[in-house]
């Protein structure tokens, strides 16, 4: 039986989490900065962002590294 995620550091953490605290950390307005997406600068929502980011496979991928990249 092989469990793929061992190595997998966002194993169990979900985009709203993720999200949730890049936004706390960065704020909207640094988060835009960070990646320059219109769900990040216009009128920014949680809601909008995650319905974007999980339609958009390479903004998610950005998200996910910014994170991965806050926790080194």
Known sequence: MT???????????????????LVEEYGWEGLADHIPVRCFMNAPSLKSSLTF?????????????LYLGRLH
């Not at 980011?53 to 590294?65: D, I, M």
């Open 3 to 21: 469990q793929g995620h061992e190595n997998d550091p966002l194993h169990g953490i979900t985009l709203e989490a993720m999200l949730r605290v």
């Open 53 to 65: 980011l999980r339609r958009t496979p390479w903004a998610r991928t950005k998200v996910e590294a």
